[in-house]
């Protein structure tokens, strides 16, 4: 419904960050951290003003529309036909003038977006419902005007008034439904940390900005803070998460001479870095170029009013020229036979047809509110009912992103809750995520901890501490292997097959036995896979993270195929190859890694739960972080297609009896519909639209 003003926006918006980034790509680079955050903030400053413009025009149309209400009331009261068909009289010297002064402003006013619509779709060579509103009200008023000025025959002003204020409405209806243009951009932008601690010749630390950061300058990472830029480690241990930008689930342990991703955080441990890549350069930065080019290399398909109002938009042209030459030819007068055809052609344009859509559109986004799902791209929902695929990223959306406790095997005369009490108490001082997850195991199994005497972190290895005198290690398979102990190599050797983490707990130089832990699988994501096997779509799943864990997730779930280990890049390399062959493909992610995917989708779903970049990028958004939600967008989507057929049929209908009808083919016995009798058949399936779209229940 009217997608030529949106695509207009979309277009000029398209053409204007391309003109950007060509400016951009040709200017000199001075230095090589020329565009590290000059860029960004020229997207952010872009991207905001073209949300700006989205909230400008749906305010636009709202204030149209009030305007136009007010001026119709005196249109409707003074007109002749209305007057007739109510049986009230209401008159006074010069009123047609009146009437003609007041339908002159609203046809201008209330009809601008319309007539300038229909330019636009004219010069496409694409008419569409804009084309059809801008017929009916350039008829409707030229004939009219030319009857207040001597020409015999009835004004249609009320219906020329009523027409723009139902199109104004459904338009603004639908513009409120729609979520303005993508902030993802930003909110990539947003990820980075806008200072460093700069390291200077003297070895002295400076706060400085990021944008001001020079390849080969030397930079402090503090515990738990984002890494700023791209670099090599130059002193420094600590675990990095980089599941936002990867997806990989698990902390990567860093030490020096090893790569780290600028928004990536910071564990336990200082490191100090020193940059090697910025602004464009930098891997933010190149998955922000990816998902712009993703946005605007987007189709867009034109809905479903669009291509019923095209084809009325034909129909009124034929039936039109075709009643005038018609009865001119039976001899009636010119005066007569041109009421004919605009009695024709204002009828061709049915009020409901511009209601059609958006009152199920407004609904079906309500229903859909109520389910926890947020959309954000209509055309894309709407096409939702024909995915043959659904492509899940892993962590965070299969699973949780979070550890939990999957096996714990204790040697012989060790208790399995003593052995958990003691791993617990030491893991509970650590903010490690492998500790958080023992942690959980312990809480939820009520086992009490115990405070340790001693405590320490050894790095790379693992925790020691003291516990009721005894001396309690929780340490790495590589610790056990230095220390030469046995240990059940048959139970070890199986889960590191299925990709789980696996952690050794010595007591008092003895070993008491091991505890592997894995990402937690979500007890939802297997439903959902089942009820999308139900509904004959493919399951797949494309992770960052390795295979053997991908693999161990994938079969818990009975997922029909995987892709692991892929980078940001090749995630969207994968879904475009997916559709060539002819999928339409869903993509369902939480990460900034997902985003081109989730770009290049015919649907993106993005996790809740997740980060902003993610969510700003798709089409529809999971409050609940519930992969069964996907499959709710798909019977949601087949269910609004559904329903928004059967009110184009009963917005359509009537015209289909009442065009030839206003043509008069049914004269020679008599029938001839007034445009009276048209109005009333107007006004009841207007009524008829507005009560099935009432009734829809999703």
């Not at 940390?193 to 990472?221: C, F, R, T």
Request: aromatic share 8%; with cysteine.
């Amino acid at each position: 419904m009217f997608k030529n003003e949106h695509d207009h926006y979309e277009q000029h918006k398209n053409e204007h960050d391309k003109k950007h980034h060509q400016e951009q790509s040709h200017e000199p680079h001075h230095n090589e951290n020329h565009d590290n955050h000059t860029h960004p903030d020229q997207e952010d400053h872009e991207h905001n003003a073209h949300g700006h413009d989205h909230g400008h025009m749906i305010a636009d149309f709202k204030k149209r529309f009030y305007i136009s209400i007010v001026v119709t009331i005196p249109i409707l009261l003074l007109s002749p036909m209305i007057q007739e068909f109510f049986n009230f009289e209401l008159t006074f010297p010069g009123a047609k003038y009146v009437l003609f002064v007041l339908a002159t402003f609203i046809f201008f006013y209330g009809g601008k977006p319309f007539l300038t619509g229909s330019i636009d779709e004219l010069k496409q060579k694409n008419p569409g419902m804009m084309t059809l509103i801008a017929l009916a009200i350039v008829v409707a008023y030229v004939y009219s005007s030319l009857t207040v000025f001597g020409l015999s025959g009835n004004n249609f002003f009320w219906e020329l008034a009523t027409l723009i204020d139902i199109m104004l409405l459904g338009h603004w209806i639908e513009m409120r439904s729609v979520m303005g243009a993508s902030n993802a951009l930003e909110e990539l932008v947003k990820m980075m940390p806008s200072e460093a601690h700069i390291i200077d010749e003297n070895d002295e630390i400076k706060d400085v900005s990021v944008s001001s950061l020079q390849h080969g300058d030397k930079v402090l990472v503090k515990p738990g803070e984002k890494i700023p830029v791209d670099g090599s480690i130059l002193k420094g241990h600590s675990a990095v998460n980089e599941s936002l930008l990867t997806g990989e689930s698990v902390p990567i342990d860093k030490e020096k001479d090893d790569d780290v991703i600028g928004g990536s955080i910071n564990g336990e441990g200082s490191l100090t870095i020193q940059v090697e890549k910025t602004g464009e350069d930098s891997y933010l930065s190149q998955v922000v170029t990816m998902v712009k080019e993703a946005q605007e290399s987007r189709s867009k398909t034109q809905d479903l009013s669009n291509r019923a109002a095209k084809w009325l938009f034909y129909i009124a042209l034929g039936a039109g020229a075709i009643t005038l030459t018609v009865w001119l030819g039976l001899g009636y007068s010119f005066s007569y036979a041109l009421e004919r055809m605009v009695t024709v052609m204002v009828i061709a344009c049915p009020h409901a047809l511009g209601l059609a859509a958006p009152l199920v559109v407004a609904r079906s986004t309500a229903l859909a509110a109520k389910q926890g799902l947020l959309i954000r791209n209509r055309t894309n929902f709407e096409e939702a009912r024909n995915i043959e695929a659904v492509v899940f990223d892993k962590t965070g959306t299969l699973t949780e992103g979070e550890f939990g406790v999957t096996n714990i095997l204790t040697e012989e005369n060790y208790d399995q809750d003593k052995m958990l009490q003691m791993a617990a108490s030491l893991e509970v001082q650590s903010e490690h995520p492998i500790a958080r997850g023992i942690v959980e195991k312990a809480k939820e199994q009520k086992i009490s901890f115990i405070e340790p005497k001693a405590f320490e972190s050894m790095t790379g290895k693992g925790l020691r501490g003291t516990i009721n005198d005894n001396e309690i290690l929780v340490v790495s398979p590589g610790y056990v292997q230095e220390q030469e102990l046995n240990y059940n190599e048959e139970n070890f050797n199986e889960w590191s097959e299925q990709g789980k983490t696996v952690v050794f707990v010595i007591i008092n130089d003895k070993l008491a036995g091991m505890i592997a832990l894995a990402d937690k699988v979500r007890e939802s994501a297997a439903q959902a896979i089942s009820r999308l096997k139900e509904l004959n779509i493919e399951s797949q799943m494309l992770t960052g993270d390795n295979y053997k864990v991908a693999q161990w997730v994938a079969k818990q779930l009975n997922v029909d195929q995987v892709v692991a280990e892929v980078l940001p890049h090749e995630k969207a390399d994968k879904i475009k190859e997916i559709k060539k062959n002819g999928k339409k493909i869903a993509m369902t992610g939480d990460g900034v890694n997902d985003a081109p995917a989730l770009a290049n989708a015919d649907l993106g779903i993005a996790i809740g739960a997740g980060t902003d970049v993610a969510m700003e990028t798709a089409d529809v958004v999971l409050v609940r972080s519930n992969p069964e939600d996907v499959v709710s967008i798909v019977d949601l989507s087949r269910s609004t297609y559904k329903k928004m057929i059967q009110n184009l049929w009963w917005a359509a209908g009537y015209n289909i009896v009442t065009i030839p009808l206003a043509a008069g083919i049914l004269s020679p016995i008599g029938i001839v519909l007034s445009p009276a009798v048209g109005a009333v058949l107007m006004s009841l399936s207007t009524v008829i639209v507005a009560i099935n779209a009432r009734m829809f229940k999703g």
